[in-house]
């Protein structure tokens, strides 16, 4: 039976505390790359945010509706299209976004990868939230570069754009998840000079 309060209007129920959402999205994150989807539980994720039990079950009714928005904020977090260096070569820019946090944030969206794909075939759905958080913000800058490069005559205008902005992207993805390998600066300095720039007919330090 709905309660009244003292006027005789229906009482509302105590609002609900978002607070420490960023808090629990993050720690989800967190688990599911340590443990994978399917040794990943709500009561792991709430004792690593510190958060009580019952917060938790009130925010998200199911570990998967936890994952999918967990995955969504990934995607607010991306590359700042905005504030792109350019530095007037294709090789310049590449370069310039081989940061230790960006490398470190690459690999670790790639461990949450590797913990979400007993749930991708399960869930195909959520390819396209895992694609849009993790593997597209890297191919779109990619594509940014590379177009730039063309506008500037630096490379051919029938460079296969949509492939060769992959190349990067998969060869480290497969380094982490098949390989178990870390990724560090050489490693991608390697895949730009030795793969990605030799593609567009590039010859470093030529």
Known sequence: MTQLDATGSPKLGRK??????ADILEAALEVLAETGYDRMTMDMVAARAKAGKATVYRRWASKGELVVEAIACM???????????????????????VKPHTIEDGERKLQIMAGLTSMLARDPDLVDAVTAAIVEPRASLNRLFMQRAIERGEIPAETDVETLAMIMPSMTAYRVLILQQPVDRAYLLSLIDGVLLPAVGIRPGA
Request: proline share 3%; no cysteine.
């Open 16 to 21: 609900r505390d978002h607070t420490r959402d």
């Open 75 to 97: 995607k607010k977090n991306a590359i700042d299209f905005d504030h792109l260096p350019d530095t007037g070569t294709l090789r310049g820019d590449l370069v310039a976004m």
